[in-house]
């Protein structure tokens, strides 16, 4: 179906993740205003499994990142993140709601499409300080994990810059290397190079690559780079109004898809690529 892609998966021999989920949404709906985003979705994510999230956009894949890492409340169902619920159940909201989120969550980050660095910070300083502020680490050891993560992205000689000295994919390795150094058992990637310019997605996707082979967690990605999804996960999900029409290895959904809807989509993106 898929010719222009090569789907032969080198990232781990295309090993099932065993266990238990490290993360789980029974029943989920959400709605903004009169506009439902998600239709009871149902979706697991399992320790060191990596899942790319693929569809139109507006059929609620940020919604999913969104609401794994506790941004978002749904408006009906459950979800567990590492065996523990991460809103209260039965659907009144409580007081100490937020409190419980914010300690389940602990184990996801997140990098989202922009940067989100602080300005006044330098790189260093970006990485450093969620290390030192959240996990309680002192300076020095803190210090010394931000400059072995920025090195591994690539950034050794850019520590002492600041956002604005930086190229947008030098801010997008800051914003990673920030994400990866809270240690979470589970990375969310929403659409990480929509923002850049083509020639540099290509080398942020290889420093996706070689982080998340590095360090043993769990990966859901956002991303309309289909080539990458197909060497990069374990599963592909495919997302349209709201609803999961397709689930399954890369060879599966995206050389024979089961449903037309993923059959037009790829179609659409194999044209524009073509052009």
Not at 22 to 45: C, F, H, P, W
Not at 82 to 98: F, S, T
Not at 113 to 123: E, G, R
Not at 182 to 208: K, N, W, Y
Request: hydrophobic letters at 40%.
């Amino acid at each position: 179906m898929l010719k222009l892609l090569d789907l032969q998966n080198d990232a781990r021999s295309q090993a099932a993740p065993s266990s238990e989920p490290i993360a789980e949404m029974r029943g989920i709906t959400k709605s903004y205003g009169a506009r439902r985003v998600l239709d009871n979705v149902g979706l697991q994510l399992r320790p060191a499994e990596r899942v790319a999230l693929i569809g139109p956009s507006g059929s609620g894949k940020t919604t999913i990142l969104r609401l794994l890492i506790g941004l978002d409340r749904p408006d009906a169902g459950d979800i567990e993140i590492a065996g523990r619920p991460l809103w209260p159940k039965g659907g009144k909201r409580k007081p100490g709601d937020e409190r419980q989120a914010r300690e389940v969550r602990q184990c996801v980050g997140m990098v989202f499409q922009q940067f989100n660095l602080f300005p006044h910070m330098t790189a260093l300083e970006n990485v450093r300080e969620p290390i030192r502020h959240v996990l309680g680490e002192p300076i020095r050891v803190a210090n010394e994990r931000a400059e072995e993560l920025l090195t591994q992205v690539g950034l050794r000689k850019h520590l002492d810059q600041r956002p604005a000295q930086l190229s947008g994919g030098q801010q997008q390795r800051v914003a990673i290397a920030r994400a990866i150094g809270l240690r979470p058992r589970i990375m969310l990637f929403d659409e990480i190079t929509s923002a850049l310019d083509p020639e540099v997605v290509g080398e942020v996707l290889q420093v996706v690559r070689k982080l998340t082979d590095d360090h043993d967690m769990a990966i859901m990605m956002v991303t309309h780079e289909i080539s990458f999804a197909a060497a990069f996960a374990d599963r592909i999900l495919m997302f349209d109004s709201g609803s999961i029409v397709e689930d399954g290895p890369p060879q599966q959904v995206l050389k024979e898809p089961a449903h037309q809807r993923t059959r037009q989509f790829l179609r659409a993106i194999i044209d524009r690529e073509g052009r």
